[in-house]
């Protein structure tokens, strides 16, 4: 293989290495963000089961205070009932007592139903106590590593660079910026191996004269419908 080629080939392998840490250590911070963003959703959750148990808490005192006045006007009529003299007062009164025991069962059976609900929201709470407390350590371990990666990212980054910089140095200014413009336009690949007769990079059919001139090259061979660099690699 010409020797220009395999030192572009080397570069850029260090290219494609450095551009794949590059993208991995961006991602790090939504990695991040997505891992805080789970906490806060099942926190916020949790919040929100607290105050909905709060809110019946209240409602159902509220329902014990009218439950105990209930009984205080029951009181009141008993201590009436001794001193009503007419019969027809006697029984209307007893007629109220019995309105107002009416009420109270009522008010006793909703007490109840929010009892109720107030120990599903408590064992709800417990669960996502659990789950808050489960995703805080994940996050934290979650944050540690990817805080090792970014490091690992960086180091091995600079070493890269490092050693991309040498290459560049040692290789044809020419040949360089020509590799350098095609992987600015073409994104990915500038070099692409010559693939069961097409071309690596675009995968069209290479007329035999390129296949030739690439097998054979003296020179840098390039794709005539994409423009890659290509090489030939024993199939
Ligand atoms: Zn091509």
């Excluded at 690949?189 to 069961?196: D, E, L």
Aim: aromatic share 4%; hydrophobic share 40%; net charge neutral.
């Amino acid at each position: 293989m010409l020797a220009i080629l395999e030192q572009l080939l080397i570069i850029q392998e260090r290219d494609r290495r450095i551009a794949q840490l590059k993208t991995e250590k961006a991602r790090i911070p939504i990695e991040i963000a997505a891992v805080d963003h789970r906490l806060s959703e099942t926190s916020q959750h949790l919040d929100s089961l607290r105050q909905q148990q709060k809110h019946l808490e209240s409602e159902r005192k509220k329902l014990e205070i009218e439950a105990e006045s209930n009984r205080a006007q029951i009181l009141k009529y008993r201590i009436q009932l001794n001193q009503i003299k007419s019969n027809t007062e006697y029984q209307a009164l007893l007629k109220e007592i019995a309105k107002v025991e009416e009420k109270i069962v009522q008010v006793e059976d909703r007490e109840l139903e929010f009892m109720e609900q107030f120990e599903q929201f408590q064992a709800a709470i417990k669960e996502e106590q659990v789950a808050v407390k489960d995703l805080m350590a994940k996050a934290e371990a979650a944050k540690q590593d990817f805080k090792k990666r970014a490091a690992n990212i960086e180091r091995e980054l600079v070493q890269l660079q490092a050693e991309r910089e040498k290459l560049a140095q040692e290789a044809d200014p020419s040949a360089l910026a020509r590799y350098e413009r095609l992987l600015r336009s073409k994104g990915d690949m500038a070099i692409v191996p010559v693939q069961h007769g097409n071309c690596g990079g675009c995968h069209l059919h290479l007329p035999p004269q390129i296949m030739h001139n690439a097998k054979h090259a003296n020179t840098l061979i390039s794709c005539d419908f994409c423009g890659r660099v290509l090489y030939w690699q024993s199939e």
